[in-house]
C-alpha cells in the first residue's frame, strides 16, 4: 500500500506517492525524471531505490 504525504506551501500542494514493487513485476527500470501511471494517474518519478529485489519509487505530484 502506498505511503501519501502531503505538503503545503503558498497553495500548492505537493502530493508524494511511495510505494515498493517487485522487478519482476516491471518490463523495465523505472528512473527519476520518467513518467508512471499510478491508481490510473499519470505521475513523474523523483527517485528510485533499488532493493531487496525490486525498487522503492516516489512519484510526486502537484495540485493548485
Known sequence: FPYTTLFRSRGIFTDDILFFVQKKDLDYEPVAGQHMEF????????DVKEDFGGYTIILTGNQD
Open 39 to 46: 491508481d490510473g494517474e499519470i505521475y513523474p518519478i523523483s
